[in-house]
C-alpha cells in the first residue's frame, strides 16, 4: 500500500501513478542539492504584499481542455515546455490564495503548531515557484529542474489532511465547527485542483521521458511509453473501470478489516460490472476506500458481517445538449468548457462506448445512521468512532497517530470524520455527488455519481 501524492489516498494497480511516485521520491531526494534559489530573500512586508497581490490576481476555473490540450504522451520538447509554462502560470496564484485564506484564520488557530506547519509548507512551496514567474522554461534542463521543483511541492502537502486535521481538533474549543467545515471545504477542494495541475504536468513529464535511471533489480523498460498504458493521458484514465477499483478497495478495506475486527464482510458486484469512462483512478480510489470503509465497519459494528456490501453499477445513458457543470469559485472547482474540441471522445481515445456517467449504489445492512447522527455527517471531524483498543483519551487524535506512523495512509477503519465530505469534495469537483440514504434500523445506500471527464457532447 502506497501514499501517493494525492495525501491520504491508498493507490494500488496504477502502473502509472505507482511508477509516478517512486520517481517522485528519487527525485524530492535529489531536489536539494540542485537548487539554490528555492528560498527568495522575499521577507515580511514585501512577502506579504507578493502575496496578496498574487492572491488577488484573477483566476478562471480549471477546464479538462486544461489538462489535455498538450496531447497524449510522450509529448514533443514544444508540447512539454508549454505544458510546464502552462502549469506554472496556473499555481503561483493559487498557492497564494490558500496563503491568504490561511492568514485570515482567528491567531490563535494559525498559531497552533500544526497549522502553522501547513502555512510554512504553502509559503515554502511558493517561494520556490517564484523564481521562475520571472522568466519563461525555455529548456529542457530547466524543464526538469520544474519537475523536481513540482515533485517536491507535491511531496511537501502530502500529509496536508492529517495535520491540518490535527491541528483543527486542537483548535476545537477556538473555533465553531460549522466555520471550521467552510474554511476545510474550501481549502481542500482548493487542494484538489493545485494538486491536479502539479500531478497532471508531472505525470506528462515522466510519461514524455526515456526512462534510464531505474534502480537495479527492476525490469528496465526502454521507454516509459511501454510503462504506462496507453489510455493514460497523464493522471486521467480515459478507460477506467469502477469495478476493477472497487475490487482493490475490497481488498485494502478487507485487510483493514481483518486486522482490527477479525472478520471480512463480502461484496458483491450487480449492474453493469463493465462501465467504464475517463476519470482521474486516484479520485475514485479515494472516494470508494472511504464509502466501503464505512460500509464495512457498519456491518461489522452491527453483527451483520454476513451479509453482503452490495455494489451496483450503472452506466447513464448519454443526455445530447445537457449542460456542462461549472463550478462557482475559480479555486476550488472544475469547469467543462463546451467550446473545446481538446477532449472530445476521439481526442482523449476513450472508446465510444465510455459513458459520460456512472452511478454506483453502494448498499449496506449495517443497521443505517441513527436519526441524531445524520445531521453531522458531512461536517469534518464528526465521527462516531471512537478506538478503545488504544484505551486514550484523546478520542479521535489516535486515528491520526495511526496514519503518521504508518507513513502518510490512512490505515484506519474510521475516525478522522473526513470520510465523507472529501469524498463529497472530489465527487463534486468533476460534478458528481454522493447521497446518503439511511434506512434507520436496517441499513444504508450510499449513491456515488460520477460525471466522466472525457465525454462531452
Ligand atoms: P469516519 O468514518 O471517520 O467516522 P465519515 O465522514 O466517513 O467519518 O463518516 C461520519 C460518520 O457517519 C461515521 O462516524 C458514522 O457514524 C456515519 N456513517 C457513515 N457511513 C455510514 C454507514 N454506511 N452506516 C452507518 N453509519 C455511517
Ligand atoms: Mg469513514
Redo the contacts with the bound molecule.
Sequence with gaps: MAATGFGTMPVRGHAQLILTRSRLIRHTSTSQKTWDWTNRPTTGDAARDEVAQLAASPRRPLTLADLLRHGRPPLSKDALLASANFTLSLLPARLASRIQALRNLPFIVVSNPYVSKIYQNYRHSLSTLLPYQQRRITTLEEENQFGEVLADLVQTHTNTIPILARGFLECRKYVSPADVTRFLDTHLRARIGTRLIAEQHLALHFASQPVNDEPPGRSKPSSSKEAVPSNYIGVIDTALQPARIIRLCEDFVGEICELKYGVRPRLVIGGEPEASFAHIPVHVEYIIT?LL???F??TIESGNEREPIEVTIAAAPDVPGKEPPVAGDADIGFQLDANDEAYSTEAMGASKSSSQSITIRIR?R????PPE?LPH?WSYS????SDVDFNSENGNLD?LNTISSSGGHLSSI????????LSRAYAEYFGGSIA?Q?LWGW??D?YLTLKGVGKVD
Design positions: 472511504e470503509k464505512n460500509a465497519r457498519a449496506d449495517g443497521g443505517g445512521i447522527v455527517i464528526f465521527t462516531t468512532f486515528a474510521a475516525g478522522l470524520g473526513y470520510g465523507l465530505p446518503v439511511s441499513g444504508t450510499v
